[in-house]
């Protein structure tokens, strides 16, 4: 395993292919290789991608990943496909980036699908950007399909998240930008090309205009606080960051100039006041609290019988017990497990 | 509490809604209104209603309920939105809801909206459900909106699944189709007046007839056991449900009798060889793991002292330790909290 997380620090493709398997499928050695590389890690800049079916994310990815390289960038791409419980969908729009970027190996690309839990989806992904991270790419884009929780919970690991929008969607769209909305430090109009763009741009701003909640990255520091900014109630002193409206049309790579300096604006805005720290620390917490409910939840499925389980269940069937009963008569029986070993690790 | 669960029982609307509120708030009785109701659950078919965004769910989700109050059977809706972790997107498609459905007593509709997390809003889905079952309707629809791990966990409250399709929707949107028609007991292409409906139907067909993972309800009682059926090597003598695909025309009520009549062949088919009983087993596993999950959580942050986790994340994002190490950490901090207490209760 050093070997391999050595040949990954020298950059080689191979040792990073196998790295990033490894972290997919949770195979043997990952932890001591997570180990192994963390401490190079934190270098890269992470870039979310999210919004609606229809929108044109991968053709703007493309665009986006052409115009790092033409500046000397390196860029590794993590396609997330969290639609796709079962079986691989992330593949098909892969093979399609692939034949685009295909020979530049200052290029990385992985498909990632569900594999049953959106929860070992976010680690995975965290764990992805990790190595990719430690392998030196100065720009790491996490594209993800869908919408939902789990453009949330992807987002979490971004540092600067880019929404897309197209004209011309479906009806239920507005539903979707009202939650989606808050999420976005910057939003694209992609397709712009096409009627409807100014019904989307009017949209959007009006949105934004309304003053939802305050985003992750409408946190402002205050007296060493991170605080929540209310755009109608913003002391002037106060640094704020306003989810500029960008317009692209990624198939034929314009607009992507404009974009890609407003990602950078917002970069330069998070490295202000300690922005950047404190949403880093943000991050952690929440990683280690869904590595905390796994790893509580797998002990405790050590430690209590599957056969008490299986009978509990069966009472609840019946509607002898609750379930909030049957939870805590499994709590006393993994308490009694633990407290009659004699050392626990973790 | 025990009046406004008696009035519930008895059908009054406000203490429906009442205790509808209490379950989407988590609010103080909860747990106990929860357990006084449980003994009259059990009783209500509960269909799910997902797909993705544009199909029409909203007014098929009417249609259906009329076709329903035709023959005399009472209708609970609950409309959840995970897309809108926020604010209340919900609200919408709720409104133009109760215009078309308003003043009759046989039908009750509920939005929910997620309030920050995906796993809170399976379980207040979960008492939702069980609060309109024990008020006794016979029906409840589930609607969701969105794409994604969220229907699949709404989807495990269900037992019978409808999975909304519509023609000429985006180019992402044969991605979404691939994991979510494994959660389908039945398919509806709604729209079905609209070109291009004959390319929908053969799309999923053929998507049908791929032979996808088995899914929840392909699964077979065999020899006692619940297995998975891979349709190509499918023994004769077993059970199969293949789900069929139905064509609507929401906006004009078409179709509806045919969806109606899926829907009880999908019942009729579960109510064979213990299948229903094996989902019902599957359903309440997977909520107890939910409830275990949460409620281990709460306990760890009520033993470990924040200080000592703030300070982890802190040397976690300095390179200290690992996410990894400092998860140990804190696992050794709640066993020895833990094991210094007396008695715990859940």
């Given at each position: 395993m050093e070997t391999l997380v050595d040949a990954l620090l020298r950059g080689e493709r191979r040792a990073l292919a196998r790295l990033l398997t490894i972290v997919e499928n949770e195979r043997e050695g990952m932890n001591q290789a997570l180990t192994a590389l963390f401490p190079h890690t934190g270098r890269a800049w992470v870039i979310g991608v999210t919004g609606a079916p229809g929108t044109g994310k991968s053709t703007l990815v493309n665009a986006l990943t052409k115009a790092y390289r033409e500046v000397g960038k390196t860029v590794g791409i993590i396609a997330v496909d969290p639609t796709s419980p079962y079986s691989g969908g992330a593949i098909l729009g892969d093979r399609i980036r692939m034949r685009d970027l295909?020979?530049?190996?200052?290029v990385f690309i992985r498909s990632m699908a569900t594999r049953g839990s959106l929860g070992g989806l976010s680690r995975a992904t965290r764990d992805a950007i990790r190595v990719m991270d430690a392998a030196g790419f100065d720009i790491i884009l996490v594209e993800t399909v869908g919408a939902g929780q789990s453009e949330v919970d992807i987002v979490r690991t971004a540092q600067t998240t880019l929404v897309v929008e197209a004209p011309g969607?479906?009806?239920d769209v507005q539903a979707i930008k009202a939650g989606i909305l808050e999420i976005a430090d910057v939003l694209v109009v992609n397709?712009?090309?096409?009627?409807g763009v100014e019904n989307t741009v009017r949209g959007l701003r009006a949105m934004l205009e309304l003053g939802h909640p305050a985003s992750r990255s409408q946190l402002v520091q205050h007296h060493g606080q991170l605080v929540p900014v209310d755009s109608r109630d913003n002391s002037p002193a106060d640094p704020l960051w306003l989810p500029p409206i960008v317009r692209t049309v990624s198939t034929e790579e314009s607009g992507i100039e404009e974009l890609v300096t407003a990602i950078e604006n917002h970069r330069a805005y998070l490295g202000n006041e300690g922005v950047l720290e404190v949403l880093e620390r943000q991050h952690i917490e929440i990683e280690l609290v869904d590595r905390l409910r796994t790893a509580l939840m797998s002990r405790l499925l050590n430690v209590v019988p599957q056969d008490a389980i299986t009978t509990l269940i069966h009472q609840v069937q019946t509607r002898e017990y609750t379930p909030q009963e049957a939870v805590s008569v499994i709590l006393k029986l993994h308490d009694e497990g633990l407290s009659g070993q004699s050392t626990i690790s973790g």
């Open positions: 295909s020979g530049d190996s200052g969607l479906g009806d397709k712009a090309d096409r009627p």
